[in-house]
């Protein structure tokens, strides 16, 4: 069955270095989605996007965030300036996109750890 | 997107149906309610959804009121592997809008041998 895939699993990194957190959607989804998790916090919306532009962001999603789809199988998400924290789970998630079967299927995320 | 209650908490019996509530009394004629569960800190794990209708699949059954102001998600025969947060969410599906899944903080399921 295919899934979505995240990477890495865990990373570890200094507050103020820039981090690339990479997922690949499910192949023929046209839907992406970045989620976040803070430690015992609720899962939360960063943005979508669609059609190589973003969809609707969230308040959390600032400047220092930015998202990609550098090829045709991977979407980024860059933290340009990590501070303390953006220390959470962050889960990609994509949907095929059409009117009935718009259901978003998440990774398996990845823990980031700013020190 | 209309906002959902759920208990904090439920138990349940290995091998009895868990019976998960959701009220959602604002909820519009095009919002479906889905249902998520996240085991640890795993990622949200699709389960089912649907608008009007009950709806079943290999996972769970959906049983939604006919006045759509609640559901209730069956898990037909609990195992020790259901123990997760169940995430009744309720948004627009479909037209132009494919927008974010709002999660509250859902019901802690456990299941007891």
């Known amino acids: 069955e295919p899934e979505v895939t995240q990477t890495p699993s865990h990373q570890v990194t200094q507050m103020g270095q820039e981090v690339i957190l990479r997922c690949v959607p499910i192949s023929n989804h046209l839907y992406f989605y970045w989620y976040r998790q803070i430690l015992g916090q609720k899962v939360e919306f960063l943005v979508s996007f669609y059609n190589n532009e973003i969809s609707e962001k969230s308040e959390i999603f600032d400047d220092q965030f930015s998202v990609e789809r550098p090829d045709g199988s991977n979407f980024t998400l860059k933290i340009r300036s990590t501070k303390l924290e953006d220390s959470a789970m962050y889960f990609c998630?994509?949907?095929?996109?059409?009117?009935?079967?718009?259901?978003?299927?998440f990774g398996p995320g990845t823990r980031l750890t700013v020190l | 997107d209309a906002k959902t209650t759920q208990p904090p908490s439920m138990d349940c019996a290995e091998g009895r149906a868990a019976n998960l509530p959701c009220n959602h009394s604002?909820?519009?004629?095009?919002?479906?309610v889905y249902w998520y569960r996240q085991i640890h800190s795993q990622g949200p794990q699709y389960i089912i959804h649907?608008?009007?209708n009950n709806e079943t699949n290999e996972m769970a059954s959906l049983i939604i009121t006919e006045d759509r102001k609640s559901s209730t998600l069956i898990l037909p025969h609990a195992t020790l592997r259901d123990t997760a947060v169940y995430y009744c969410i309720v948004r627009v599906a479909g037209g132009t809008s494919y927008g974010k899944l709002t999660f509250g903080q859902g019901t802690i399921l456990t299941v007891h041998p």
């Open positions: 649907g608008l009007k």
């Open positions: 604002t909820i519009s004629g095009n919002e479906y």
């Open positions: 998630a994509s949907s095929v996109g059409t009117t009935r079967a718009d259901t978003q299927y």
